[in-house]
């Protein structure tokens, strides 16, 4: 089980989070068709590292990006996503 | 056989072993008290049932596996050596028949040329009959302990512990660094899975003794570090998680507060492991007899429960450490016989005792229950003693597990001829033997491979080795497969090395050359039930409770699961079957009225100025254009283009809407409209907040619900699709007057907390006009009929707007989630399931048949709910038929193999009822 | 204690030293802000006399509390009346207290208790009185909010709250 450090919690541990899906698979608003079902449809899926969407979802859920490598778990960067962040 | 510090405590514990009544002293385990009794023969091998004593004193222990406990407390395949006896424990010997001693299956052994490396594959090729012959007598024949047929009466806990220090081996070193970590003011853990500190030092006595042990344990804990004994770090994962297995009774005894074991899950800032090392047995023929022990587990017998187990020794070494289990028996008055040392040479002082150089033991000879004589060769040189013990040490092997899962590298130590930890992935180091192994003597002997014995609890000898390296493989992974070496429940502690060394000989290799299979967790046997938690008790999750549920479990109903969700299925009169009570109820709706309970539905406030773009990227239909007061149909779809959801939406306000949506699908809904909302479009100014559980719903349907909704709220009722605030019994409501049951329907939503007064009211109008409560069967009967849809039913994730016949209400400017996915040109091919009705033409159309014609093709498509024409009598269906639009008319079969049902069938339209809608009107 | 709550006899499980207790429902809201939230800050801690909390913390007294557990989201107790026309057209209060059940641990081992089945440190010292924390224990998610040294209130989903409330008065029998 991973420690995933929630932007806006802290250090927390895997089961509070769910996955949803990689970055590079979600369109960018103005896509076409074809575009956009070339991105959901074709991925890199590298042995390595990659960035993944994750929800908070049994914490503050919130949207997050975690830079992980998929053999190692090292997971170099978390960042937030989201409305802006307040005071 | 009571050696001279055996503690004479006086207080004698009772316990049993096949039946038969024996005593033990307080601290010992199972296996010392066996041994102190004489008793030498404790079970019978996996495979060939030759007899086996107890060959460690630890965890490892290979061979003295029992069954301790009664009924649902017993624990098959539990080391004798790993469990500490109390008062009545009862220890029960494996797999032999009639009993230990005469044990008819023990004739397998003599068949063991047959049961070689590989058998079980063998017996796959050619003749299907081979494997057929031997199945039913192999089944019966091999295996180890049976597992309990009875459900176990204790509970079993897990909790989360945070430290900044975990040492794993309450060893000397283990000690020293938790005491170390704790006096420097850290959060420390020290886990042991003995049940004393420092076990080691009564074995081996040095500068630092048990007082040491014990002095440091209180320091430890006054600092506020934990000490957990009877605990095994079992799993290491990622991110300095480390699982430990912690007994708070025995096996098989009764625990003091109802927790049997407890399942820690440990985060740490930095983890230690302090693990020791495993000694190694030697291979030569007969080396399984009981009476063969590994010489520091002699040790501790004679040290630390003053058990002697022979009086006749004989010690076979490669090393320096067996000398000093000389030296323990000689203190405890045994005789040692002789030393057969493999070293060439004499290494260090003069023992004093009878040793030879150059010397390896090549076979023994005794009766099932004890060891008479060891025969070896010296300098090439056959010789034979009489003995009733012989102690050996092939080495030691480092405990690396837990380093090698958390993603360890090994590196090979020559002089120890073991693999120690190299580079770690993960925040943890190792100290103590497990990372410096004492030095052996390299050579292994030429021994005769036959009954030379590696991996004892699986019954692999140096044979199967070679055999498996003669039938070509290589790998140490395909070797370990083949073999089945090292994959029984002591997952080749003392077996591994053996095996390898043996391997890389074949190879011509150096040992790190050949490999290592993978070490995974857990290190020990983990009980089932410990991984269930409290879950092992209950239907494995906690059941979703209704607001109204006293309400309705006062009416007795027929409780259906739904998700994690009950709800009642029918509310039965005497006597009355469930189908009789959900016809009764659905009539009642048709005819006059009735109320149910849909508080499950997934609902979400959505408010703020762009809350309409919210839901038109959310919905496929548009949403836009809805006045105040007024709600719509609607449905959802991935981005692929496929239905996933389906609901209603309203506006209850100029800014504020209501989203309801499917109950199975609340939660992935609940995430789709936080992904859509925060990943995709940040920007929005929108508040989405779920009131699945703060809204209880209750839904009252019928010809006459229009005049009980008055009659509770003293107002006139909002028309088909349009929703208004009231009250009723002074409580504040939303009705929205929506109908999935096919009648002029409302659904009355309010706060849970005052749901009851509600319900109750609503009730007793229901009641005093005629009607009745319906439950889940009645509402499918109903919705079948009307035409509508469920998801998991009909909307099953395969379908598109197009098949449901949904694609008129698809929102023409597009933007919604799902506009692309629907352009793909093979979701517009002919060929497609579409949604059909179905109506029996002779027989009663099953649940989940599939449709085929008359000409036996390949299905064509499937029944996705049945039910009866609630008015009318008949069946009737709804179904998923490919290219359905085009095929009204046509007749098919609805069959179901699995039940043994069928019926013929005729396509329609997906409307039995009302299909103008007209009863929505008023 | 921080937070005088009156106690039921609802429920009630005395153990050694943490006693787990359902409290009366209540009115709760989920306040939301989606735009200018430095505005909403000013203009509520001028109506309100305290500022909006921080993450993991909670803020005011009985008459009006918040708490943080979302970064735009916080859980409001208390009267919240003032709070639309402070939010204005930056964000939205929405009730929810229906669907909540309120859970009153007392007793100084409220966090071990709260260790079984979960996986949130609440032993850390920095899970101080006034700190909040949303986490998942035995499956359910929970709200924590830390009232004093002897109690922890926990916000829990009222379908689920007669479950948690089973596991946690047999866990409170084998905390030793």
Redesign the interface.
């Known amino acids: 089980m991973m420690l995933i450090n929630c932007p806006h919690c802290g250090p927390r541990a895997q089961s509070e989070f769910v996955y949803e899906r990689t970055v590079d698979s979600v369109a960018p608003a103005g896509a076409s068709n074809d575009e956009a079902m070339q991105i959901l449809f074709t991925r890199s899926n590298p042995r390595g590292v990659d960035d993944e969407i994750w929800r908070h979802t049994f914490g503050c859920r919130a949207w997050m990006v975690v830079t992980r490598h998929r053999v190692t778990n090292e997971i170099s960067q978390v960042r937030a996503v989201g409305p802006e962040a307040l005071p | 056989m009571t050696g001279p510090s055996r503690p004479n405590s006086g207080q004698d514990i009772s316990f049993t072993f096949d039946g038969t009544r024996y005593s033990a002293r307080a601290g010992d385990t199972l296996a010392a008290a066996l041994l102190a009794n004489g008793i030498g023969l404790v079970g019978r091998s996996f495979k060939y049932h030759r007899p086996r004593g107890i060959m460690t004193a630890g965890v490892e222990e290979p061979n003295a596996l029992v069954t301790v406990g009664e009924g649902g407390r017993a624990e098959p395949n539990t080391r004798a050596t790993d469990v500490f006896v109390y008062d009545g424990l009862a220890a029960q010997s494996q797999n032999r028949w009639p009993n230990l001693s005469l044990d008819f299956g023990a004739i397998l052994g003599l068949a063991a040329p047959v049961f070689s490396a590989g058998f079980y594959y063998k017996t796959f090729f050619g003749s299907a009959k081979r494997w057929m012959f031997y199945e039913h007598f192999i089944r019966k024949a091999a295996g180890l302990g049976n597992a309990p047929r009875d459900a176990d009466p204790d509970?079993f806990?897990?909790?989360?512990?945070?430290c900044d220090v975990l040492v794993v081996g309450a060893g000397p070193a283990g000690i020293a660094a938790a005491r170390e970590a704790a006096d420097a003011g850290k959060r420390v853990i020290l886990v042991e899975q003995d049940d004393i500190l420092g076990a080691s030092l009564i074995r081996d006595p040095q500068e630092l003794d048990s007082a040491w042990a014990k002095e440091s344990a209180d320091r430890i804990r006054a600092s506020g570090g934990h000490i957990l004994t009877r605990t095994t770090a079992s799993g290491y994962?990622?991110?300095?998680?480390v699982t430990l297995t912690q007994r708070?009774a025995e096996p098989g005894q009764v625990p003091a507060?109802?927790?049997a074991q407890r399942l820690w899950?440990v985060?740490a800032g930095q983890v230690i492991l302090a693990t020791g090392s495993i000694e190694r047995p030697m291979a030569f023929p007969h080396n399984d007899r009981p009476g063969v022990m590994l010489s520091q587990a002699v040790r501790t017998y004679v040290r630390r429960f003053g058990v002697c187990p022979g009086q006749r020794v004989v010690i076979a070494t490669n090393n320096d450490d067996a000398y000093l289990t000389a030296h323990a028996l000689k203190e405890a008055g045994a005789q040692i016989v002789a030393i057969l040392d493999a070293r060439p040479a004499p290494a260090g002082q003069e023992h004093g005792f009878t040793t030879f150089n150059n010397a390896h033991p090549l076979a023994t000879k005794g009766s099932r229950h004890c060891l008479k004589s060891v025969s070896g060769i010296v300098d090439g040189i056959p010789k034979s003693w009489d003995a009733d013990l012989l102690a050996v040490s092939g080495g030691f092997t480092p405990v690396v597990h837990l380093h090698c899962q958390a993603?360890g590298t090994l590196e090979w130590n020559d002089a120890a001829q073991a693999f120690v930890p190299g580079q770690s992935?993960q925040n943890v180091k190792t100290i103590g033997g497990a990372a410096s192994p004492a030095p052996v003597f390299s050579a292994a002997p030429v021994v005769p491979a036959k009954k030379s014995f590696v991996d004892f609890q699986n019954d692999v000898t140096l044979a199967d080795v070679d055999l498996a390296w003669a039938e070509g493989y290589r790998s140490v992974e395909h070797l370990k497969r083949y073999t089945t070496l090292g994959m029984a429940t002591d997952q080749g502690k003392t077996s591994n090395m053996g095996a390898l060394a043996r391997l890389a000989e074949k190879q011509g290799v150096a040992i790190p050359e050949a490999g290592l299979t993978t070490f995974r967790p857990p290190y020990t046997p983990v009980t089932m039930g410990l991984f269930a938690?409290?879950a092992a008790k209950d239907a494995g999750?906690?059941?979703?409770?209704?607001?109204l549920f006293d309400v309705h479990a006062a009416k007795n109903p027929i409780w259906q699961p739904l998700g994690?969700?009950f709800r009642p299925r029918a509310y039965p009169m005497a006597g009355e079957s469930l189908a009789e009570a959900a016809m009764r109820e659905a009539r009642s709706v048709r005819t006059a009225v009735g109320m149910t309970d849909v508080s499950t539905l997934a609902k979400f406030?959505i408010?703020?100025?762009d809350a309409v773009a919210l839901l038109e990227t959310v919905c496929a239909t548009s949403v836009g254009k809805l006045a105040v007061g007024r709600g719509r149909y609607t449905f959802m779809l991935r981005?692929?283009g496929f239905v996933f959801d389906d609901g209603t939406v309203w506006r209850i306000d100029e800014n504020?809407y209501l989203l309801t949506s499917s109950t199975g699908g609340a939660d992935r809904m609940a995430?789709h409209l936080?992904?859509v909302r925060?990943?995709?479009h940040?920007?929005?100014?929108?508040?989405v907040?779920n009131?699945?559980?703060?809204?209880?719903g209750i839904a009252i349907a019928g010809p006459k619900a229009k005049s009980v909704l008055a009659t509770l709220t003293g107002e006139e009722p909002p028309r088909h699709m349009s929703t208004v605030g009231a009250k009723i019994a002074g409580v504040a409501v939303l009705v929205l007057a929506a109908s999935y049951s096919g009648e002029r329907a409302f659904e009355i939503y309010?706060?849970?907390?005052?749901?009851e007064p509600v319900w109750a009211e609503c009730e007793t109008a229901v009641v005093g006009t005629g009607g009745c409560l319906y439950g889940l069967e009645a509402m499918e009967f109903l919705r079948i009929e009307k035409g509508h849809l469920v998801v998991g039913g009909e909307i099953d994730g395969r379908m598109t707007p197009l098949d449901l016949a949904l694609d008129k209400m698809l929102n023409t400017g597009g933007g919604f989630i799902g506009?692309?996915?629907l352009?793909?040109p093979a979701l517009s091919e002919a060929g497609r399931r579409q949604l059909v009705g179905l109506e029996a033409v002779e027989g009663s159309i099953p649940e989940g048949s599939m449709l085929v014609t008359a000409d036996g093709k390949s299905p064509e498509g499937h029944v996705t709910a049945s039910a009866f024409r609630i008015m009318d009598g008949g069946s009737l269906a709804l179904g998923q038929l490919a290219d359905g639009f085009l095929r009204h008319g046509e007749e098919l079969i609805a069959t179901s193999p699995t039940r043994g049902q069928k019926a013929r069938v005729r396509v329609v339209a997906p409307h039995f009822y009302d299909s103008a809608g007209e009863r929505y009107r008023d | 204690m921080l937070h005088p709550i009156s106690m039921t006899a609802q429920g009630n499980a005395i153990v050694t030293d943490v006693t787990v207790s359902t409290l009366p429902s209540a009115p709760l809201w989920a306040f939301e802000i989606w735009n200018n939230p430095d505005a909403v800050a000013t203009r509520f801690a001028a109506a309100a006399g305290f500022a909006l909390p921080e993450m993991g913390t909670s803020g005011g007294s009985d008459a009006l509390r918040l708490i943080r557990y979302e970064p735009t989201v916080w859980l409001v107790e208390g009267d919240a009346s003032a709070l639309p026309s402070i939010l204005d057209n930056d964000g939205a209060l929405t009730a929810i207290g229906g669907g909540v059940t309120r859970v009153l641990m007392s007793g100084r081992g409220w966090r071990r208790l709260l260790m079984e089945g979960g996986v949130f440190d609440a032993e850390s010292p920095a899970f101080a009185v006034g700190s909040s924390a949303a986490t998942i224990i035995d499956h359910v998610n929970i709200r924590l909010l830390v009232l004093s040294e002897d109690a922890c209130l926990a916000y829990v989903p009222l379908s689920y709250a007669q479950g948690i409330l089973h596991f946690w008065q047999e866990a409170a029998k084998a905390l030793d």
């Open positions: 509970r806990s897990q909790r989360a512990a945070f994962w990622e991110h300095d998680l708070l507060n109802g927790v899950h985060r993603g992935r938690g409290t999750a906690h059941k979703r409770r209704l607001a994690y969700w406030e408010s703020g100025p981005e692929d504020r995430t936080s992904y925060n990943y995709l940040p920007e929005l100014r929108v508040s907040v009131v699945q559980e703060h809204l209880a309010v706060d849970a907390r005052n749901a506009a692309a996915g352009t793909r």
